[in-house]
T-cell receptor
Framework: GENVEQHPSTLSVQEGDSAVIKCTYS??????FPWYKQELGKRPQLIID?????GEKKDQRIAVTLNKTAKHFSLHITETQPEDSAVYFC??????????FGTGTRLLVSP | EAGVAQSPRYKIIEKRQSVAFWCNPI?????LYWYQQILGQGPKLLIQ????????DSQLPKDRFSAERLKGVDSTLKIQPAKLEDSAVYLC????????????FGQGTRLTVV
C-alpha cells in the first residue's frame, strides 16, 4: 500500500523567510497530492493540492511542486508570517483511492 | 454548506470499557474516512467507505474496532474493549469523489482511556 514520508519533522524560521517541506511516496500510481494545515486543537484543513498531470501549482505565498519520476513532492511557503505556524501534513492518494497522510511537520515562524 | 459533524467532542473511559463515535458527513459526499490521530503524529487511516461499502480497513484493529455506514450516510466507529493506547483524536472526514477532491474533516473526538 501507499507509504508517505515527510521531512523535516520540525522547522523553525524567521518571519519573512521561506519554508520548504518535502515528502516522498511509494505508490507510483498515486495521482492526487493534497497538503493540509492543522493548528493546535483544530481539524486539518486543505491549503493546496496538486494532481499528477501538473508539475507545479501556486496560490499566493504557497506553492507545491511534484516530481513523479522521483516520487517527490514539496510545499514551499514564501514570506512566512507568524500565523503560518502550525503542523503541515502532506498526503497522497494511492491504490483503491486511499488517502494516506505523512507524519507531519511542525512549522514555527518567529517574529 | 454544513460541515462534517462528529460527536461526542470528548470522551473519557476506563480501559476495557466500550465507546462509540458518530459522524455525519457533508451531504452528497460518497466517501467517508475514519482516522486515528495520536498526539504528535499524522492521521492514520482506519477505514474508508465508498457509499456503504468498505474500500479499505487494512489498519483497523478488527479484534476491538468496528465501523459501519448504514445507508451510505452516517457512520459509527466503535471500540470494544478499549486499551490505554487507544487514547487519541478520532477524525472523520468526507469527500465528494474518493481520491480526487478535498477531504473535509470534522472537529474530531478526543478519547482518553484511563
Amino acid at each position: 500500500g501507499e507509504n508517505v514520508e515527510q521531512h523535516p519533522s520540525t522547522l523553525s524560521v524567521q518571519e519573512g523567510d521561506s519554508a520548504v517541506i518535502k515528502c516522498t511516496y511509494s505508490d507510483s500510481a498515486s495521482n492526487y497530492f493534497p497538503w493540509y494545515k492543522q493548528e493546535l486543537g483544530k481539524r486539518p484543513q486543505l491549503i493546496i493540492d496538486i494532481r499528477s498531470n501538473v508539475g507545479e501549482k501556486k496560490d499566493q505565498r504557497i506553492a507545491v511542486t511534484l516530481n513523479k519520476t522521483a516520487k517527490h513532492f514539496s510545499l514551499h511557503i514564501t514570506e512566512t508570517q507568524p500565523e503560518d505556524s502550525a503542523v503541515y501534513f502532506c498526503a497522497a492518494v494511492g491504490g483503491f483511492q486511499k488517502l494516506v497522510f505523512g507524519t507531519g511537520t511542525r512549522l514555527l515562524v518567529s517574529p | 454548506e454544513a460541515g462534517v459533524a462528529q460527536s461526542p467532542r470528548y470522551k473519557i473511559i476506563e480501559k476495557r470499557q466500550s465507546v462509540a463515535f458518530w459522524c455525519n458527513p457533508i451531504s452528497g459526499h460518497a466517501t467517508l474516512y475514519w482516522y486515528q490521530q495520536i498526539l504528535g503524529q499524522g492521521p492514520k487511516l482506519l477505514i474508508q467507505f465508498q457509499n456503504n461499502g468498505v474500500v479499505d480497513d487494512s489498519q483497523l484493529p478488527k479484534d476491538r474496532f468496528s465501523a459501519e455506514r448504514l445507508k451510505g450516510v452516517d457512520s459509527t466507529l466503535k471500540i470494544q474493549p478499549a486499551k490505554l493506547e487507544d487514547s487519541a483524536v478520532y477524525l472523520c472526514a468526507s469527500s465528494l469523489i474518493a481520491g480526487d477532491t478535498e477531504a473535509f474533516f470534522g472537529q474530531g473526538t478526543r478519547l482518553t482511556v484511563v
